[in-house]
């Protein structure tokens, strides 16, 4: 029988010009009557029935496979047109790879729209569509869809037959159409895949960012941020960026007086060249980098004076490349606007009352802004006070300067009278005692180096007397049987100061305040575990008491490890305990010399990993190596000025030596060339045999 075939239609509608079958089946006349007025469902039906009766073949797979599609059975639909791409005829396998393509167009819609049901939550069942018939079980979704295909897989199979199309009929317009459709969804442009803060291309359209506090991951080993510390630095960070070419994107920020603003781009390595652009308040005047400056900029800071409102950042693209990035803005309020609570204690006079205790965490030291505290101490109570500094110090500069030392100072004073105590250093802490000062009121300074703006850790330790009870909390523990467990105690510890909080694994525990009174000694138990650090600090005032930390084994019957290398600059011990193939119980004793009486700090740690210390150490290695390479270049660049300053001032001095020998001589020059007679042409004359002679004829 004859059949004409139905052209391709559009993606987004059947819209078909011409006529359909020429046939003697109804049901294919009635399927192309369907499928032409857009009824997909009820030609697929009547196409199923005509293909019960009537023999496989191209023509009436490739209607089938026209109506499988329009009813969204696109598994089914693709695989029918497949069969349909066996025909001989020319004319017809140009239709069936459009009609091919166009069935992958809609499926691979269809597919969009299920990942991104995927990613807002559970996809829903799509409804029938309004010419098909709910009852009917052909209608539903092609159960048989391949899980692994993506839509991308899917648009570059319709690329793939479209373009197969248009290569047999270049002018097929609805095959053209729908070519650009899935071109767009396999190579968008630059523009159609921009971030989500696009359109900010110009100034008015700036995107706002939002800094807030930075919730950085706690590190084993680590100094841990107080809660405090969010009010320090707030942060944004915006992430897989794209900058397109020709393109400039905006952001907008709003700055305090007195703010600290740090910006970092980072760009994707070998994508090409762009830079970050500070605007001042109108938008116009440019701020960093300054004017001249032709090099963009990977980063920049400024420091807002008085002049508080909203700044704009500017991203350029300098080669016109197709960049993506990572934006990192980060503000620092003035340290005036983030003291802590126990301010205006900037003197004697202002000093904060506080008592013995738990540490006390979250307070800052800001520069040229000590920070005073008083005690009050009963007759025969003495006096521990440890000051740690949270985290690495904001001012390396400051820290580096200060080593070995931490860069502050403490001091304990008697409000009235000479008493006084410096506090000795051990890494970031610093610590000071006083033994039985007498009753009366005692102060605490505190003060940082001049650029020092750093939270710390204050404890406050009051005892009474040794025979008087003022043993510390632990004991007895003066038997290794009596050990104390370490862990559960510090983990006890936490519990009460964070009460319905559970402690993070990661975070170190609080320190304990401890004692060692006369001929006293202090046992406690801890366990060793595969791969996991530990490193026990006890910190103490040495000048006061030297003390000692020995690990044993389990029993205290085998010496294991020995920590005493205290002295006056070092005043502590640290004890790493071993590295263990399964659980492993030790005991530690911590004692004093005959007599010795002492307060100590007992902190347990869990170090960073040896890869991570031995990176963050070649890290330090290069940029000291950096340093030093510079420290050299520039020595070397003063050396060749000087060297060429020498030769020069060398050449100016040989050339005044040279002129001051041609002196005379120049003088005999000049005063011949001055000389109205010529000396030399008179003597000549003079000595000629007719010098009296005058000539016998007038020449």
Not at 47 to 72: C, F, K
Not at 274 to 279: T, W
Not at 542 to 565: C, Q, Y
Not at 619 to 625: I, P, T
Request: hydrophobic letters at 30%; aromatic letters at 4%; proline letters at 8%.
């Amino acid at each position: 029988m004859l059949i004409r075939m139905l052209v391709v239609c559009t993606l987004t509608a059947w819209a078909c010009d011409s006529e359909v079958f020429e046939t003697e089946h109804e049901a294919v006349e009635a399927g192309n009557a369907a499928l032409k007025a857009g009824n997909g469902g009820a030609a697929r039906r009547h196409y199923e029935e005509a293909a019960a009766e009537l023999p496989a073949s191209p023509e009436l797979d490739y209607v089938t496979g026209l109506a499988l599609s329009e009813t969204d059975t696109h598994h089914k639909a693709t695989q029918t047109l497949i069969r349909a791409l066996s025909t001989k005829d020319d004319q017809l396998l140009q239709k069936v790879r459009a009609g091919l393509g166009l069935a992958y167009c809609r499926w691979a819609l269809s597919k969009e729209a299920a990942e991104k049901a995927g990613k807002e939550g559970a996809a829903k069942p799509s409804s029938p569509k309004p010419d098909d018939d709910p009852s009917d079980p052909t209608s539903a979704q092609d159960a048989d869809e391949p899980p692994a295909w993506t839509s991308l897989d899917l648009w570059e199979k319709a690329v793939d037959q479209l373009e197969r199309a248009l290569v047999m009929q270049p002018d097929d317009a609805e095959s053209m159409r729908n070519l650009e459709v899935a071109l767009l969804r396999v190579d968008p442009p630059c523009s159609a895949r921009d971030d989500k803060h696009e359109v900010n291309n110009t100034l008015d359209k700036a995107s706002p960012i939002e800094v807030a506090a930075a919730q950085a991951p706690p590190q084993s080993g680590a100094p841990q941020p107080s809660p405090e510390d969010g009010k320090d630095e707030l942060e944004w960070k915006g992430e897989s960026l794209l900058s397109c070419p020709d393109d400039v994107d905006f952001y907008k920020v709003n700055l305090n007086a007195g703010d600290r603003l740090s910006v970092e781009l980072k760009g994707t390595a070998d994508a090409g060249r762009i830079g970050v652009v500070l605007l001042g308040l109108d938008g116009k005047e440019q701020v960093r980098p300054p004017a001249g400056t032709e090099e963009p900029l990977a980063a920049l800071e400024y420091s807002v004076g008085t002049s508080a409102g909203t700044y704009y950042l500017r991203v350029d693209n300098i080669d016109g490349d197709e960049v993506p990035y990572d934006l990192t803005v980060k503000v620092r309020p003035p340290c005036s606007k983030t003291e802590d609570r126990f301010e205006d204690n900037d003197g004697p006079e202002a000093a904060s009352a506080v008592s013995g205790g738990a540490p006390i965490a979250g307070l800052k030291l800001c520069p040229l802004d000590p920070d005073w505290y008083k005690v009050t101490l009963s007759d025969g109570e003495s006096l521990m006070v440890t000051v740690a500094l949270d985290g690495d110090s904001q001012q390396k500069d400051a820290a580096k300067a200060a080593k070995p030392n931490p860069p502050f100072t403490l001091e304990l004073a008697a409000a009235s009278g000479p008493t006084k105590a410096s506090g000795a250093a051990f890494g970031n802490t610093r610590v000071a005692t006083l033994f039985t000062p007498g009753a009366g009121d005692y102060t605490i300074a505190i003060e940082g180096l001049p650029q020092l703006e750093q939270r710390y850790t204050l404890t406050v330790h009051i005892v009474p007397p040794c025979d008087q009870g003022g043993d510390d909390k632990l004991e007895d523990n003066d038997l290794v049987e009596d050990a104390t467990d370490l862990e559960a105690k510090l983990s006890e510890l936490a519990q009460q100061a964070q009460p319905g909080q559970q402690q993070q694994q990661q975070q170190p525990p609080p320190p304990l305040s401890l004692r060692i009174c006369p001929d006293d000694v202090d046992w406690f138990k801890i366990t060793a575990r595969p791969e996991e650090k530990k490193l026990l600090t006890a910190v103490f005032e040495h000048a006061k008491g030297d003390l000692s930390m020995t690990l044993f084994n389990s029993d205290g019957s085998e010496e294991v490890a020995r920590a005493d290398a205290s002295s006056r600059d070092v005043n502590g011990e640290t004890l790493p305990l071993p590295d263990v193939q399964e659980d492993t119980v030790y005991t530690v004793k911590i004692k004093g010399g005959a007599g010795v009486e002492n307060f100590y700090q007992l902190k347990l740690d869990q170090p960073q990993p040896q890869q991570n210390q031995d990176q963050n150490d070649d890290q330090d290695k290069d940029r000291q190596d950096e340093e030093d390479k510079k420290d050299e270049q520039d020595k070397k660049d003063e050396q060749d000025k000087k060297d060429q300053q020498d030769k020069k001032d060398k050449k100016d001095q040989k050339g005044k030596e040279e002129q001051q020998a041609r002196k005379p001589m120049d003088e005999k020059l000049d005063k011949l060339d001055h000389n109205p007679k010529n000396l030399e042409a008179d003597k000549a004359r003079r000595a000629s045999p007719l010098a009296n002679h005058p000539p016998e004829r007038d020449w």
